[in-house]
């Protein structure tokens, strides 16, 4: 059975970081590619970065500079380092799992990140 399990969120202050984990269970995760999105309330679930199976990363725009992603294949296990946080960056965010062409994709239930003074 697939499981794919966020944490690390919280409520932070503006400028501060925070690095999410997120660790999938029952799958070969050496040769899934992975990727971070957030939903802010009232809006459209957005990509915020991903990492492949090679380890190339990639970010969106409005994070670009600011958060980092990467991984870990012996614990199995994607980070997200956020830094220079922005109150904009309020929302839930959410671990996605999934190989090329997304055959097999595995969502986690997100863990909150506020960013509030």
């Known amino acids: 059975q697939v499981q794919v399990m966020e944490s690390g969120g919280g409520l932070v202050q503006p400028g501060g970081s925070l690095r999410l984990s997120c660790v999938a269970s029952?799958?070969?995760?050496?040769?899934?590619?992975m990727a971070w999105y957030r939903q802010a309330p009232g809006k459209q679930r957005e990509w915020v970065a991903g990492?492949?199976?090679?380890?190339?990363?990639d970010s969106g725009d409005s994070v670009k500079g600011r958060f980092t992603i990467s991984r870990d294949n012996a614990k199995s296990t994607v980070y997200l380092q956020m830094n220079s946080l922005k109150p904009e960056d309020t929302a839930v965010y959410y671990c996605?799992?999934?190989?090329?062409?997304?055959?097999?994709?595995?969502w986690g239930l997100g863990t909150q990140v506020t960013v509030s003074s």
């Open positions: 996605n799992v999934y190989t090329l062409g997304y055959k097999y994709s595995y």
């Open positions: 029952g799958v070969n995760f050496a040769i899934y590619n």
């Open positions: 990492v492949t199976s090679a380890g190339i990363t």
